[in-house]
């Protein structure tokens, strides 16, 4: 029928207003009627049912949102197992969007409205650090998620398959290996391996031998994982892929298993341990007179913290004589590579520690033993980079470019101490890595390569696996073969640099929060950005250079009183304000 005869129907009469009544209704959202060229129609059975089950999903909708957004407004814990499954996507999709895995474009509408209609956001979009703070109250985010961690080798841990892996090299550990009966046997030696207290992962010890003729020669024996982790083998390429630990505030993401990293890879005291062991020769300046590797077995003595050492060292009892020469030969060392050029920059350094969930300050101040280890491992690297300099060997070479130093006048004008290194950093470019030795300027090296950490650094293993195969007479992978080797490393590497800058940072807000109406006294060390103010500080009492906003014209070394403004580790904020002190 016509719209006139429907209007007739349905009204009684065709009056022009109940034909316009019925024209809205039929083009309306009504179910029943069609009209389609000008006839009326009832709508078939089937499209009638169709329209049901439309308009049942729409209120299922509906309902689904509702519940949505009463959750997120509630802002109370969410048990996932006694929510729908939408609802446990939904919220997978929010943490992908706090942990910056996922654009808010990804979002569908839904979402995006009840984000809006919470007011997590601005004009410019979502604010993804409010999205981690309703995630934390519905106890669906650990507020010391590190973003940077989210998808990265470090995440999901070993997997079982690497763990059964190490379980059989635990298991093959005792028995004989391919080398062993090559090894030079230095279990006699007084060898002594010095770390922090909590250190299990011990890379190095040191020991020291008597010439026939008069004079010493330093023995620096570094851990063998190559021993039981063959070249390209699975617990191989799962470091190469880490490429190292990562020491974070609430512990250590290891490069290797810890059962073997802790196990038969350290120099336990009291063990036979494999290792590579590098042996120098001063002449009398500090200078290497000789050197050689040895691949080896070592038994060391004793294990000693550094504060231990620093009291043998101040000590020197007579049954410790040969720690006391150690410091001393190295000490000449040092001094031999500041005549080089080197720089000596030691301070106090202070790291937020997490225990418990509670954050800590921990301080490092330097000492006799941490110099003397850290300049007896120096010493294996600039050995290390020179025989293969000599022999043709390719290995991860560090160096650093040459820096414009302020003039002697100026520097000398400054306060010795932080504000003095900070005048010198400024001026230092980044260390390069190549396949060909270059000098190193900080360090005052000709050529240098890290080489004494290969359970926590997969470079260090590589500079063991090259110069082994030179001692064997076999062939090592030329530059062009290394090169490759060097960059997948690399970039992993800085993934975890990347990785442990964001837990630094998260870990210092987290301290400030708790901190934040204390006050510290601090030194100018000099301006990050001077149009906005911003300065670098220093915080001798937390041992600390912190970036503040600072007054105006600051000169370097000026005492300034140190302030929390604003801190909000879930949005990774931190502003310090600095004031005249």
Not at 75 to 83: D, N, S
Not at 241 to 255: D, Q
């Amino acid at each position: 029928m016509g719209l006139a005869a429907f209007t007739d129907l349905v009204c009684g009469d065709q009056q022009p207003r109940h034909l316009a009544a019925c024209w809205l209704a039929l083009v309306g959202p009504q179910p029943w009627f069609r009209l389609r060229q000008g006839q009326v129609s009832p709508r078939p059975l089937d499209d009638l049912r169709a329209l049901r089950r439309d308009r049942r999903r729409q209120r299922l909708q509906e309902e689904r949102e509702q519940h949505w957004l009463a959750l997120l407004k509630a802002r109370r814990p969410v048990t996932l197992e006694a929510q729908p499954p939408e609802v446990r996507q939904r919220l997978e999709l929010l943490k992908q969007l706090a942990a910056g895995s996922l654009s808010e474009a990804a979002l569908e509408s839904g979402m995006r409205s009840s984000l809006t209609a919470l007011h997590l956001g601005t004009e410019s979009g979502i604010d993804r650090g409010q999205v981690r703070h309703l995630l934390v109250d519905l106890q669906q985010w650990d507020p010391h998620q590190l973003v940077s961690l989210v998808g990265s080798p470090w995440t999901t841990g070993f997997s079982d398959e690497l763990q059964r892996e190490a379980q059989r090299l635990l298991a093959l550990s005792d028995g004989p290996r391919p080398g062993d009966a090559e090894r030079l046997d230095l279990t006699a030696q007084r060898c002594v391996t010095i770390d922090d207290d909590g250190t299990c992962d011990i890379d190095d010890g040191l020991a020291l031998e008597a010439k026939p003729g008069g004079g010493w020669r330093l023995w620096i024996h570094v851990a063998d994982p190559g021993r039981l982790v063959e070249p390209d083998s699975p617990l191989d390429l799962e470091a190469r892929r880490r490429g190292s630990s990562l020491y974070l505030a609430r512990g250590i993401l290891p490069m290797f298993p810890e059962p073997l990293s802790t196990g038969p890879l350290s120099l336990r005291a009291g063990v036979r341990c494999a290792a590579w062991s590098t042996w120098v020769e001063l002449d009398g300046q500090g200078a290497i007179s000789a050197c050689g590797l040895e691949r080896s077995w070592v038994q060391p003595t004793y294990r000693l913290s550094y504060a231990d050492a620093d009291d043998l060292i101040e000590l020197a009892p007579p049954q410790e004589a040969d720690l006391v020469t150690l410091e001393q030969l190295l000490q000449r060392r040092r001094r031999w590579r500041l005549a080089q050029g080197a720089l000596q920059m030691d301070l106090a350094e202070g790291r937020i520690r997490c225990t418990d969930g509670i954050p800590s300050l921990e301080i490092t101040e330097p000492g006799p033993a941490r110099a003397m280890v850290a300049e007896a491992m120096i010493l294996a690297g600039s050995a290390a980079a020179q025989l293969a300099s000599e022999h043709g060997v390719a290995l991860p070479f560090r160096s650093q470019l040459p820096a414009d130093l302020p003039p002697k006048a100026e520097l000398d004008a400054l306060a010795d101490g932080p504000v003095r290194f900070a005048a010198i950093k400024r001026c230092l470019s980044r260390g390069l890595m190549g396949t060909s030795p270059a000098p190193h300027f900080s360090l005052g090296l000709p050529a240098y390569v890290q080489a004494t950490s290969p359970i926590r650094r997969y470079g260090d293993l590589l500079v063991q696996r090259q110069l082994g195969a030179w001692r064997r007479g076999e062939q090592p992978l030329d530059a062009a073969a290394l090169q490759p080797l060097l960059e997948q490393v690399d970039a992993a590497v800085r993934e975890g640099v990347a990785i442990s800058r964001e837990d630094n940072r998260h870990w210092q807000q987290v301290w400030f929060e708790a901190h934040r109406n204390g006050q510290w006294r601090a030194q100018f060390l000099r301006w990050l950005r001077p149009q906005d103010r911003l300065g670098l500080v220093r915080v001798d009492e937390l041992a600390m250079d912190l970036a503040a906003e600072c007054p105006p014209r600051m000169e370097p070394g000026t005492a300034l009183l140190l302030r929390v403004q604003q801190v909000d580790s879930l949005r990774d904020q931190l502003r310090l304000v600095a004031s005249a002190g």
